[in-house]
Structure formats: structure tokens, C-alpha cells
């Protein structure tokens, strides 16, 4: 899996012109779902996400989890994180299928429910517009095959 966090202050994701997820603090989490990815990958990857601390303490320092921050998650599928950029249209065939990507991409926001934090959503394969307030701006690149 691999997957685009950025530390927001706000996030929001529209589908035909309707709001369909949005959160105020947290994560913007654009994931991508590989062929090889499993429901274990996908909770390892949520554990690792649910527990970064990138949020600042009393002192300034980037010390402080989701959790502690008070923070959401919204998650955007994105399957355009496994592009291959190796002429100038990319291709994109190192994704997983659809029927083998959603289950792991509910999986992921599942296991991020399990840990007590609210999970807002685009829609899977829909034409999304995404809107955030970065928040530093912070942004972290997850790729569970490295």
C-alpha cells in the first residue's frame, strides 16, 4: 500500500457537487491499494498512520499522535500512487483490480474506526474533488513495500 498523509486543518471530499466526507483536524490520507497488498498490510498501515506524531506540543516539537491531537481521518482512494511515470502518460496497471482493492481500502479505514477515531471517505472509483487546509504544511509518503 502506499499513502499520502497531510496534517490538515481541514479536509473535505466532493462527489457531483455534494459534500460526501469532511473532517476539521487530522489527516488527509490519499491511499493506494498495490496487487500484493493484504488485510494485514492494510492494518499494519493504519496502526503506523493512527500512531505518527506530527501534531506540535507545548514546546513547538512534532511530538503529539492523532489520537492526542483530537484528530480525524479522511481517506481518498487513489490508485493513481502506483503510477508508472516511465514516459510522459502514465500507466497504471500496478495497482490492484478494483474487486481486490476495496476490500483492503475498508479494511484500512476499519482498522482506524477500531482505534476509536472518526473516518470520513470519498467513494471508490468516483470522480472526486479534494479539498484541504494544509496545516504546517506536513505531509508524509507511506509505501509498506519499503
Known amino acids: 500500500m502506499r499513502a499520502v498523509v497531510t496534517r490538515v486543518a481541514s479536509a473535505s471530499v466532493e462527489i457531483e457537487g455534494k459534500i460526501n466526507g469532511a473532517i476539521g483536524r487530522g489527516y488527509l490520507v490519499l491511499l493506494g491499494v498495490g496487487p500484493r497488498d493484504t488485510g494485514e498490510t492494510a492494518r499494519k498501515l493504519a496502526d503506523k498512520i493512527c500512531n505518527l506524531r506530527v501534531f506540535e506540543d507545548e514546546n513547538g516539537k512534532m511530538n503529539r499522535s492523532l489520537e492526542q491531537a483530537g484528530g480525524s481521518l479522511l481517506v481518498v482512494s487513489q490508485f493513481t500512487l502506483y503510477a508508472d511515470t516511465s514516459s510522459r502518460r502514465p500507466g497504471f496497471t500496478g495497482a490492484a483490480k478494483p474487486d481486490a482493492a476495496v476490500p483492503l481500502y475498508e ?29 504546517g504544511p506536513v505531509t508524509i509518503l507511506f509505501d509498506t513495500e519499503s
Request: proline letters at 0%; hydrophobic letters at 35%.
Open 107 to 135: 479494511a484500512f479505514m476499519e482498522r482506524c474506526r477500531e482505534r476509536g477515531f472518526e473516518v470520513r471517505h470519498g467513494e471508490f472509483g468516483a470522480d472526486m474533488q479534494v479539498f484541504s487546509q494544509n496545516d
